[in-house]
């Protein structure tokens, strides 16, 4: 027995809209799964942009090659020395303390060839053998050959007899072909003699 027309009518067209109602169903799904696969596609290649726009590997700019340091001569020079001091002003006494200031002229003889003027500030103590003084000279000639001329400074105490002395060539005070000289100086007295010996160290190349 066939249903009734209307109701076959009614099924008819409920029927013919399925494929619609699939369709509308279906878009969605495949509108999402064609977003996820464009978006995987924009990160793969965002990736591979990153890779090949890579920013160039830095480049170090070359090292330069170390400047060789001149060689440096050490050496060790002896001799005797004659010294002449003069008093430049009437001392001054106060309280068991005198000071006095001296002008000084030397000849040095054997490794250091030179004649040498500079100035001399003395403290002499109330107490006996005690006292200081502080020099400068100027020293020029020739040291071990070479001509040219360096400063010395002096630095000398006495404690009741006891001295201490601290002689030393001023820095950056070497000239003509003693630029560069750098020392110490020790002096011996002995019998009314005077005597040196000077530690140096000097650029091998004038």
């Given at each position: 027995?066939?249903?009734?027309?209307?109701?076959?009518?009614?099924?008819a067209?409920?029927?013919?809209?399925?494929?619609?109602?699939?369709?509308?169903?279906?878009?969605?799904a495949?509108?999402?799964?064609?977003t996820?696969?464009?978006?995987?596609?924009?990160?793969?290649?965002?990736v591979a942009?990153?890779l090949?726009?890579a920013?160039?590997?830095?480049?170090?700019?070359?090292?330069p090659?170390?400047?060789?340091?001149?060689?440096?001569?050490?050496?060790v020079?002896?001799?005797s020395?004659?010294?002449?001091?003069?008093?430049?002003?009437?001392?001054?006494?106060?309280?068991?303390?005198?000071?006095?200031?001296?002008?000084?002229?030397?000849?040095?003889?054997?490794?250091?060839d030179?004649?040498?003027?500079?100035?001399?500030?003395?403290a002499m103590?109330g107490v006996?053998?005690?006292g200081?003084?502080?020099?400068?000279?100027?020293?020029?000639?020739?040291?071990?050959?070479?001509?040219?001329?360096?400063?010395?400074?002096?630095?000398?105490?006495?404690?009741?007899?006891?001295?201490?002395?601290?002689?030393?060539?001023?820095?950056?005070?070497g000239?003509?072909?003693l630029?560069?000289?750098?020392?110490?100086?020790?002096?011996t007295?002995?019998?009314g003699k005077?005597?040196?010996?000077?530690?140096?160290?000097?650029?091998?190349?004038?």
């Amino acid at each position: 027995m066939k249903p009734p027309l209307s109701r076959r009518a009614g099924i008819a067209l409920g029927l013919a809209g399925l494929p619609g109602s699939i369709a509308q169903c279906a878009e969605p799904a495949a509108s999402r799964a064609a977003t996820g696969t464009v978006r995987r596609v924009v990160v793969l290649a965002a990736v591979a942009l990153s890779l090949g726009a890579a920013s160039p590997a830095q480049v170090s700019p070359p090292v330069p090659a170390p400047v060789p340091k001149p060689a440096v001569l050490t050496k060790v020079a002896s001799g005797s020395f004659d010294v002449k001091l003069t008093p430049q002003a009437p001392d001054e006494k106060d309280e068991g303390t005198t000071l006095g200031r001296m002008s000084l002229e030397k000849q040095y003889h054997g490794d250091l060839d030179a004649s040498a003027r500079g100035e001399m500030l003395t403290a002499m103590a109330g107490v006996k053998g005690s006292g200081s003084y502080v020099a400068i000279e100027r020293v020029k000639g020739a040291l071990h050959g070479r001509g040219g001329s360096f400063v010395l400074q002096h630095m000398g105490t006495m404690t009741r007899g006891e001295p201490q002395l601290s002689i030393s060539v001023v820095p950056d005070s070497g000239a003509g072909q003693l630029v560069g000289i750098a020392g110490r100086m020790t002096i011996t007295i002995a019998e009314g003699k005077h005597s040196y010996q000077l530690a140096y160290t000097l650029p091998e190349t004038p």
